[in-house]
């Protein structure tokens, strides 16, 4: 029998005893900071081994091994600064002492016997075998065979091994002998009957367990340890729920109806696209002309139709009937409180009791009265009630206007409401007469009208001819047709380019006189024309109407010194070639005015000045 012990410092003795046996396995321990470990080496026949071991608390522990085959090292590093003496054994009786530091003994003893039969315990697996040979349950798959699983014992912090964690079971690990390590003989078995001690966890250094070698295949081990904190095991169940039956149903149907979906819009996308090359294009293999693309709608101010885009919303269209007869006109609005100017001849049929309809450019209808016509200048004013903005056309100024200048007309020829057209300023001051129909020449208009060539039709009659700012310069009158004179346009001849418009200047006082007095003004010499004389010039006739004398007693000609034969020859300095010229030249001016006029009397000329007179109109 060989023994050993060790004495702390505290006087509390710690003892194991251990039959002899085979000659144990060395044991390698690692001392804490400041403990000192002694070892000693077994003979080859029987031997004893025993080692202490003090820890800083002074708590002891030892460890005994029966005997038997060679038992695996247990290998731990040695803490910086921890002194190791190992002794030498004898042929007979082994013994080894350590002296810790603490106080605290540590001791083993082994008593000597036969040597103890090795007894190979496999270890059992975590699940029953299958009986299938299922991998990875079973036997290992066809792919490749399984590798060993080392699992080292679970460490805390420091590396010192936790009390009562179990390793997992395993193939033995090869010995690991770290730099300047002590050597200790592992205890030998107890003798019979004497209850075996647990084996004390060993106590490890600051050197962490080597890490297993990383599984290149990662394939599911039935006796793995739990996974690291943080991570998941190879192919290990995470513990998230699994989906069942019906959950993975319902995911499926909502992946097809997606799909589904997502099919049917880029079909469309792809329909639509088609369907609208071949719309445009006309499908495929058609002929394709060039074309513009869209512009922007708007418009040069002075061009025609930036004219008319702003004229437009104050030119109305009249329909008159009234004393069997009808017939449609244009007018243009004077104000916002729903004066209208047009022509007399258009609201001629309409009498005391007929009926006017007027139309805005919108398509809106109102009724309208008649506020006061005139025959000599062709002009009327209308009144519509119950018409809130109304925009009304701006007045130019005719004296200004020059032969060439732009010009635009609108009007409802044939009753086409709305039409626009245009053209230039042919002529100035040119004297017409339009009417007579009655005979008695009470419906003769004396017009020094504007002459354009911008086509005026029957129905344009009361329109506005615009010039480039869209301000009203004249009012459409009359047309000179092919087969007839100087016609008021309601008959249905068409334009051949010669229309004619009273100059706004004469059209604006007549408007006022009619809106304010219901009545316009004529201004006049006092004197009486021979409408028959042939020659050059305006001839005095040599009695008046009804018998009277030619020339008003008290009139503006009379105080002039005209007599009974004169012609009048130049009005202003401009040549008079008839008595229509003269009543036309004299109506362009307002009463009160002055004129200059040349007359030939006896072969000779002389000049005259007058203030001209007025007259009511009718």
Do not use: C
Not at 254 to 277: D, E, F, N, Q
Not at 347 to 367: D, K, L, M, W
Not at 449 to 470: C, E, H, R, W
Not at 577 to 606: C, M, N, Q, Y
């Amino acid at each position: 029998m060989a023994s050993a012990s060790a004495e702390a410092g505290s006087g509390v003795p710690a003892s194991v005893s251990a039959p002899s046996g085979l000659p144990a396995a060395r044991v390698d321990a690692g001392a804490s900071a400041g403990a000192s470990v002694a070892g000693s080496a077994a003979d080859a026949g029987r031997g004893t081994a025993s080692a202490s071991a003090e820890a800083g608390s002074g708590v002891p522990a030892s460890v005994s091994a029966p005997s038997g085959p060679t038992a695996a090292p247990v290998d731990a590093g040695a803490s910086a600064g921890a002194p190791v003496a190992g002794s030498a054994a004898d042929a007979g009786i082994e013994t080894a002492s350590a002296e810790p530091r603490g106080g605290v003994p540590a001791s083993a003893s082994a008593p000597s016997g036969p040597p103890a039969v090795p007894v190979d315990v496999a270890p059992k697996p975590l699940h029953d075998p299958d009986p299938y040979s299922t991998p990875p349950y079973g036997e290992p798959g066809p792919w490749a065979p399984a590798p060993p699983v080392q699992h080292p014992a679970a460490t805390a912090t420091q590396g010192v091994a936790v009390p009562g964690q179990a390793s997992v079971p395993g193939p033995p690990a090869p010995p690991v002998v770290p730099a300047q390590s002590s050597h200790v003989p592992a205890a030998q078995p107890q003798a019979p009957g004497v209850p075996a001690p647990v084996p004390a966890a060993p106590v490890h250094a600051d050197v962490p367990p080597p890490a297993p070698a990383p599984d290149p295949w990662q394939r599911y081990d039935p006796w793995a340890a739990p996974a690291p904190p943080g991570g998941l095991a190879p192919l290990q169940q995470n513990g998230a729920a699994v989906p069942t039956t019906e959950q993975r149903r319902k995911r499926g149907r909502k992946a097809l109806v997606g799909g589904a979906v997502l099919l049917a819009l880029v079909s469309g996308g792809i329909g639509g696209a088609i369907g609208t090359y071949l719309e445009r294009n006309g499908g495929v293999g058609t002929v394709e002309l060039p074309q513009a693309g869209k512009e922007a709608a708007g418009r040069d101010a002075d061009s025609v139709a930036g004219i008319a885009g702003r004229a437009l919303p104050s030119v109305v269209t009249l329909h008159v009937s009234g004393s069997g007869e009808q017939g449609t006109g244009t007018g243009f609005v004077l104000d916002t409180r729903g004066h209208i100017l047009t022509n007399n001849h258009v609201v001629r049929p309409a009498g005391s009791g007929g009926e006017i309809t007027v139309t805005f450019n919108g398509g809106e209808t109102a009724q309208a009265e008649l506020v006061g016509r005139d025959s000599g200048y062709d002009l009327a004013v209308v009144k519509v009630k119950g018409v809130r903005g109304l925009t009304p056309l701006p007045l130019g100024n005719s004296d200004n206007v020059q032969v060439g200048d732009p010009v635009v007309a609108i009007g409802a020829p044939f009753d086409l409401a709305g039409t626009v057209t245009s053209g230039i300023i042919s002529a100035k001051e040119r004297p017409i007469t339009a009417g007579g129909e009655k005979g008695d020449g009470s419906d003769v208009s004396y017009v020094d009208a504007l002459q354009t060539d911008a086509p005026i039709n029957p129905g344009n009659s009361g329109g506005p001819l615009l010039d480039a700012k869209a301000r009203v310069i004249g009012i459409n009158s009359a047309i000179r047709s092919a087969d007839s004179g100087s016609d008021l346009d309601g008959g249905q001849s068409g334009s051949i380019g010669l229309g004619f418009a009273i100059p706004i200047n004469q059209g604006k006082r007549v408007a006022e006189e009619l809106i304010n007095t219901g009545k316009a003004t004529h201004p006049v010499i006092g004197i009486t024309l021979d409408m028959e004389y042939g020659g050059d010039g305006a001839r005095v006739a040599a009695r008046g109407s009804e018998g009277g004398p030619p020339v008003t007693a008290g009139g503006p000609g009379a105080e002039a010194g005209i007599k009974a034969g004169d012609v009048i020859t130049e009005v202003d300095g401009q040549r008079v070639h008839s008595g229509e010229e003269l009543i036309v030249k004299t109506r362009a001016h307002r009463p009160g005015d002055r004129l200059e006029l040349t007359l030939e009397r006896g072969g000779k000329e002389r000049t005259v000045s007058l203030v001209l007179g007025s007259s009511g109109g009718d």
